[in-house]
């Protein structure tokens, strides 16, 4: 199928990842809706060539709106993303990750959409696994309800593969990181750094600093996002770098590239941190062609830029 002939809806489309999909959808010549309650998104990040529907995913009118657009990929971006708020508040995790995703597949059913691309996560689905970097092949482990939503999602795409006929890829991203991230979910330690670098504010780090995670930027997640919209694999695919980074590194570069000479905060660790997560993408690389093509300091680089540029923008 043409690029301009292809319909796409992205929940969260208005937020960190969703957005800049969209912009690469809309860049290829898609036809894009979104679908964003603009809890969390920005209407300033949303594209606007894409058609926006302002709900949750969890509303009737959802199965409408499936209907007047009639997708031929629905990216399921949306999500509740904050694993400390998902331990505080495990139902209201499950009724955005869980119930709002089965409200999407139902909706896509009624409609005739015909393939899901849902982006789990590869940071808080394995624990603390025993082999470094974690291939999909270990044993899923999830030490907070928000990587149990995650999992739970995922074992119910086979079945309505099965029951409904609906094709899905289930993308396992690391912890992604970039322009327009706001600092919660997995990932918000650049975002929260780099900002705070940027106003000459104090930095903050939890135990000490030793701790891993893989980092993987933005635009490399959406190139892997539309890999799998045109692959027959289901997945799941781990989406990341293959090496694990640690806090203090992380600080230490940013600082280099804000120019921040102040000594970070040392806190007590948190419980429930992973010590060190980084994940092996080769099945990625084999089913859909996909390896990261932005280097750490490339993107903390692009990243600190924006967030400059921002910052001035607003002061």
């Not at 969703?18 to 894009?32: E, F, I, T």
Request: aromatic letters at 6%; a negative charge; proline letters at 7%.
């Amino acid at each position: 199928m043409a690029n301009n002939q292809r319909t796409a809806l992205v929940t969260g489309g208005a937020g960190f990842i969703g957005s800049h999909l969209v912009d690469a959808l809309v860049a290829r010549g898609d036809s894009v809706a979104v679908i964003d309650d603009m809890s969390t998104g920005k209407s300033g990040y949303l594209n606007p060539a894409a058609e926006l529907y302002g709900m949750d995913i969890g509303d009737d009118d959802v199965s409408n709106v499936m209907k007047a657009v009639r997708p031929d990929v629905v990216f399921h971006v949306a999500a509740q993303i904050s694993v400390s708020v998902s331990a505080r508040e495990p139902k209201f995790d499950a009724e955005t990750n869980i119930l709002g995703s089965l409200n999407i597949l139902d909706a896509m059913n009624a409609a005739g959409a015909p393939k899901m691309v849902f982006v789990s996560t590869g940071g808080a689905m394995y624990g603390e696994p025993e082999t470094l970097p974690a291939p999909e092949t270990l044993p899923a482990r999830p030490a907070a309800p928000y990587g149990a939503s995650k999992l739970a999602v995922e074992n119910y795409l086979p079945v309505y593969k099965m029951l409904r006929g609906i094709d899905y890829s289930i993308i396992r991203p690391a912890n992604v990181y970039g322009p327009r991230q706001d600092p919660h979910g997995e990932a918000g330690v650049v975002a929260i750094f780099t900002r705070a670098m940027l106003a000459g504010q104090p930095v903050r780090i939890f135990g000490d600093g030793t701790d891993e995670r893989d980092y993987v930027y933005v635009e490399d997640v959406v190139d892997a996002l539309i890999r799998a919209s045109n692959c027959p694999g289901t997945g799941p695919y781990n989406i990341g770098s293959g090496f694990g980074t640690s806090v203090n590194d992380i600080a230490s570069r940013l600082a280099g590239l804000t120019g921040y000479s102040g000594e970070p905060e040392r806190l007590p660790p948190r419980p429930g941190d992973l010590r060190r997560i980084s994940l092996d993408a080769s099945l990625a690389k084999k089913d859909l062609g996909w390896s990261p093509t932005t280097s750490l300091n490339d993107g903390l680089r692009q990243t600190v830029d924006w967030f400059r540029s921002e910052m001035s923008a607003r002061a």
